[in-house]
């Protein structure tokens, strides 16, 4: 009975040292406020006059905000100028995980990561 309880027990482990877990302070950056508020997510309109604002554009989408681009403007003045600046918002949406769509001829909308479009189809 000895030598079955040998073989079928666990052997004894001694316990192991207590070792001190370092403190480290962390200083907070973000503005105080209630435990559990979220940011609000805008819905922006802009312009877009030219290349410089792709990069505004860009800030707004990476804030976590949703920008309605109104294109006429380069539309009319600079046709290659606007392809351009849309290829641009496009990488950049694919880059933070959003998503930009067309509403109309003269309207682009673009989201930030979290927020999908989904158009529907026209009738045919």
Known sequence: MRSLKKIFSKPRAEPAPIQ???VTEVESTAR???VGEVEPIYVKSME???LA???EAAD???A???IILDISSLMNHDPQELKQAIDQLKGICQGIGGDM???TETKVIATPKYISLQFRKPAT
Do not use: C
């Open 20 to 22: 001190e877990i370092p």
């Open 32 to 34: 105080p406020g209630k």
């Open 48 to 50: 877009l006059n030219s």
């Open 53 to 55: 604002d792709v990069q």
């Open 60 to 62: 707004e989408l990476r």
């Open 64 to 66: 976590g905000n949703i």
């Open 101 to 103: 769509g067309r509403l």
